[in-house]
């Protein structure tokens, strides 16, 4: 049996980095506590715990753990089971390596698309975005299963599964790209948005808030 621990997740509620460590979390079925911050302003409490002042900051019996990535390689630590990274150290590493590629290569251009002010910028990113594709696209070809690395749900899904869920809607609301050249995406990210953990892990009206902020944002009334 896995040692107990006192959780407690600090996030603000539509964060995708968060979401990813919540997913570890629901798919583990480890308890913990949550609490949210404003991060437009925020508390003095939270700067003494998160150095760069970003969520999630999951604490763990009194200690502040911060980035998703480590937080959810630690969450995989304290409870083996189910298994979410590759057993072998270069499959580790691939993952680790696809998990910075999701970072790098498709979360901030995909902001960028989202919150560009003008047509040039968000053609930039869609390029940046649609020049990824392929790359991603190549990659799932070679699963044997629906996920990433098979049939079982891992840490690199935790990590897609968000990115995807916010793309399907920025899609649909400001249009001008789409998977639609790309079957094992399409087929990918389906199951991603559809898995158990991933949907527990969103916040109360996650994509509807997100679509509102989307169509607020090209109505020149709002921003992120």
Same mark, same amino acid.
């Given at each position: ?7 407690? @997740?600090?996030?603000?509620? @539509? ?17 913990? +506590? ?6 437009? *302003?925020?508390?003095?409490?939270? @700067?003494?715990?998160?150095? /760069? ?12 753990? $911060?980035?998703?990535?480590?937080? *959810? ?20 590493? %691939?993952? /680790? =390596? ?7 290569? @498709?979360?901030?251009? !995909?902001? *960028? ?19 990824? $594709?392929?790359?991603?696209?190549? %990659?799932? %070809? ?5 996920? $990433? ?7 690199? +899904?935790?990590? $897609? ?14 249009? *001008?790209? =789409? ?17 158990? !953990? ?12 997100? /679509? ?8 020149? !009334? =709002?921003?992120?």
């Amino acid at each position: 049996m896995p040692e107990t621990h006192k959780l407690k @997740l600090i996030s603000f509620d @539509l964060c995708p980095y968060v979401e990813r460590s919540r997913i570890v979390l629901e798919e583990k079925k480890i308890p913990y +506590d949550i609490e949210f911050v404003d991060l437009k *302003n925020k508390p003095a409490w939270f @700067l003494e715990i998160s150095p /760069r002042g970003k969520v999630p900051v999951l604490i763990v019996d009194g200690t502040p753990i $911060f980035e998703s990535m480590v937080i *959810n390689e630690m969450l995989e630590e304290l409870y083996p089971e189910p298994r979410m990274f590759p057993k072998t150290p270069v499959d580790r590493a %691939q993952a /680790r =390596s696809w998990i910075v590629f999701c970072n790098d290569v @498709l979360m901030m251009p !995909s902001f *960028n698309f989202a919150t560009a002010k003008t047509e040039e910028e968000r053609s930039a990113a869609r390029a940046t975005l649609e020049g990824a $594709f392929p790359r991603l696209e190549t %990659q799932l %070809q070679k699963s044997s299963g629906k996920y $990433f690395f098979g049939d079982a749900f891992g840490l690199v +899904d935790a990590v $897609f599964a968000p990115f995807f869920v916010r793309f399907h809607t920025t899609a649909e609301v400001l249009g *001008n790209i =789409s998977l639609e050249k790309f079957p094992a995406m399409r087929k990918y990210s389906a199951a991603l948005r559809e898995h158990p !953990s991933a949907i527990k892990a969103r916040a109360e009206n996650m994509i509807e808030r997100h /679509r509102a902020m989307l169509k607020e944002r090209m109505s020149g !009334s =709002s921003g992120y």
